[in-house]
């Protein structure tokens, strides 16, 4: 979930078998090429399990007719009538997709992931792709609890399946804030390096699946500034790009972009490149807003709010400040958002949500038409949750169990120019 990069803080309480003991506070700084280069055989990374490499490969899955993965089949990227690049079905014409994200498994947010709530969401709340959260190194995440993978990641892409819907892969980089961390590539309590060995799994198990989608990092992120865009996103997605592409060549990929996934601007002129030199096919990039304290510079009575622009780059071209409008340059997927300020908890702002939905609706300068996910389909975490605790049931969907803000979007899901 997106934090202020002043009051981004994560408490992760490590199981006490899994901790190396030492301050995570302090953790060596993973140096990695700023150039095009992969990964060298002498890469400071860690191993791949022998399991993920040689996962079963899954037979294609049938979809329902008339479900959005049976009409658009595997998506890619490619130019819209203006030449703007953006999320397209397998005939070339854009698409977009409008879900909702889980929240993290270890946590409430795993209650919710069911069989009858995948349905529910498909078929009460018209969804048509879902977003399933890998929180990795926080309390009881992805690196203690394989559960999370040879169940919840199996069950929820089956699921999705039978639904006929897209599933958002997600790695919930988050706490620490660099994909490049040891506790991603080299875990200090087995030595596997976490992400590689997922993506191997996934891009193996999954290649023939049509509906699957991958996010390679969701939050990359530092206190200072530290984590940026050249020294160690870019890297780290070139490196798990070049493992899903020998197993799956074409499926779309979504990079984390610096502060939160706040500035997909820095990645203007510097997109991940393969080991030839050439920009990779089917890539996109995430930006995340929490609707009280990113929005169009309107002031707000929000401690968590940055006090400056963030919509209008996406609108249209500044020529005086020699901004090009991002949705000129960039695929952009808004692979989680929320209509509260961005701890979560406070601050419901539908009027700005409303703003932000418009635009990438379409009302922008290129016509590109942006994919989004919200968070999240969990009664945890404050205002932005979408579901109540304990109140009324949630499939068949009762209404009386959606907040202020479930209800929001529970209706933008069903308005008629969604409905395609």
């Known amino acids: 979930m997106v934090r202020n990069w002043i009051f981004a803080c994560v408490a992760a309480v490590i199981w006490s078998g899994c901790s190396d003991g030492k301050d995570r ?17 002498s890469s400071p990374f860690g191993k791949i399990s022998p399991s993920s490499k040689e996962v079963e490969i899954l037979m294609p899955m049938e979809y329902p007719k008339g479900s959005p993965v049976d009409k658009w089949g595997k998506l890619k990227v490619a130019k819209n009538a203006e030449g703007a690049r953006c999320l397209c079905d397998e005939k070339g014409n854009p698409v977009q997709l409008r879900g909702m994200s889980s929240h993290g498994m270890e946590w409430a947010g795993v209650a919710n992931i069911t069989e009858e709530n995948i349905k529910s969401l498909a078929k009460d709340w018209k969804c048509n792709v879902f977003r399933l959260a890998f ?25 999705c399946a039978e639904n006929g819907i897209y599933l958002l892969i997600d790695w919930h980089v988050h ?91 820095d990645v203007i ?11 990779y096919d089917n890539l996109m990039y995430s930006f995340h807003f929490y609707a009280a304290s990113h929005n169009d510079g309107t002031p707000i009575d929000s401690t968590m709010g940055r006090g400056y622009d963030f919509m209008t780059p996406f609108i249209k071209d500044d020529a005086e400040k020699g901004i090009t409008c991002i949705l000129k340059s960039l695929p952009i997927f808004v692979t989680e958002f929320g209509t509260t300020d961005a ?27 942006v ?50």
Not at 215 to 232: A, D, M, Q
């Open 25 to 41: 506070n302090v953790e060596k700084d993973v140096k990695t090429e700023t150039t095009t280069k992969t990964a060298k055989p």
């Open 135 to 159: 929180y990795v190194d926080e309390e009881g995440g992805y690196a203690y609890n394989p559960t999370h993978k040879t169940r919840h990641l199996e069950n929820v892409a089956k699921w």
């Open 175 to 265: 706490s620490p804030g660099n994909p490049q961390s040891a506790y991603y590539r080299k875990h200090p309590s087995c030595g596997v390096d976490l992400a590689a060995d997922f993506f191997t799994y996934c891009s193996r198990r999954f290649q023939y699946q049509k509906h699957v989608i991958y996010e390679l990092c969701n939050e990359p992120n530092s206190t200072k500034g530290e984590v940026t865009w050249l020294r160690h996103i870019k890297p780290y997605c070139e490196e798990m790009l070049k493992i899903i592409r020998e197993n799956d060549h074409d499926v779309v990929c979504i990079c984390g972009t610096p502060e939160w996934s706040q500035r997909p601007q």
């Open 269 to 279: 002129g510097h997109e991940p490149q393969d080991e030839n030199g050439n920009v």
């Open 343 to 369: 701890s979560g908890w406070h601050n419901l702002r539908l009027d700005m949500t409303e703003k932000w939905l418009d635009v990438f609706d379409g009302d922008n300068e290129a016509h590109q038409i």
């Open 371 to 420: 994919s989004w996910c919200n968070w999240s389909y969990s009664a945890e975490g404050g205002e932005c949750a979408a579901l109540k605790w304990n109140d009324g049931k949630m499939y068949p969907l009762d209404k009386k169990i959606l907040t202020a803000s479930g209800e929001y979007i529970f209706n933008k899901l069903h308005e008629a120019k969604y409905n395609n």
